[in-house]
Structure formats: structure tokens, C-alpha cells
């Protein structure tokens, strides 16, 4: 199992940045994927961005160029830097393992608006 806590989340205005995190109850080194999803309201949750155990790195279409998902092995530790912030970026944003099965941790609040 994984337990996965997610911080970072805020109010940011449009044009901004944040940077999430996602701390592992585990190596990360031993966890096939680490991704991120988002969930905004009345929507399906979506996936943002995925980096491997072997440090391959995955984005939707929406936010290439934008977002930007890195590790900490040492810190068993993945983030997501989201720059240009638009307020169609305002959802959940949840972290995700994909290892022996697909664990979850509690999602953090993003809210772009001015």
C-alpha cells in the first residue's frame, strides 16, 4: 500500500504560479507511476501529468509547456509546477500511484480567479 498526501494548493491569480506536492509512504523508485488528475466541478476527473519509475514524464495536451511534474527520490516526494495559471485550471487536483494497485491521497484545492 501507499499513502499519499498532497499540499501546495491556493488562490492564485490568473498568470500565476503554484507548485503541488505529493509525499509517499514509500520509495517512490518502487512505484510504476506517480501521476496527477484534476477534478473541476460538474466535470470527470482528468489526468494532468505522469512521470515513471524510470523518470519518463507524460502531460495532457492542455497543459504542455505549462505544467511541469519532477521527483525527490530522496524525499519520496513528486510535484507539480503549474505556471500560467488560467482559471479553467481551478479543480482538485489529486495525486495518484500506480504500482500493485491505484492509490489515492485527499486531493488539494487549486482556485485561479482575480
Known amino acids: 500500500q501507499v499513502q499519499l498526501v498532497e499540499s501546495g494548493g491556493g488562490l492564485v491569480q490568473p498568470g500565476g504560479s503554484l507548485r503541488l506536492s505529493c509525499a509517499a509512504s514509500?520509495?517512490?523508485?518502487?512505484?510504476?507511476?506517480m501521476r496527477w488528475y484534476r477534478q473541476a466541478p460538474g466535470k470527470q476527473r482528468e489526468l494532468v501529468a505522469q512521470?515513471?519509475?524510470?523518470?519518463?514524464?507524460h502531460y495532457a495536451d492542455s497543459m504542455k509547456g505549462r505544467f511541469a511534474i519532477s521527483r525527490d527520490n530522496a524525499k519520496n516526494t513528486v510535484y507539480l509546477q503549474m505556471n500560467s495559471l488560467k482559471p479553467e485550471d481551478t479543480a482538485v487536483y489529486y495525486c495518484?500511484?500506480?504500482?500493485?494497485?491505484?492509490?489515492w491521497g485527499q486531493g488539494t484545492q487549486v482556485t485561479v480567479s482575480s
Open positions: 495518484n500511484a500506480l504500482t500493485s494497485g491505484s492509490y
Open positions: 512521470i515513471t519509475a524510470g523518470g519518463s514524464t
Open positions: 514509500r520509495s517512490i523508485l518502487s512505484i510504476t507511476a
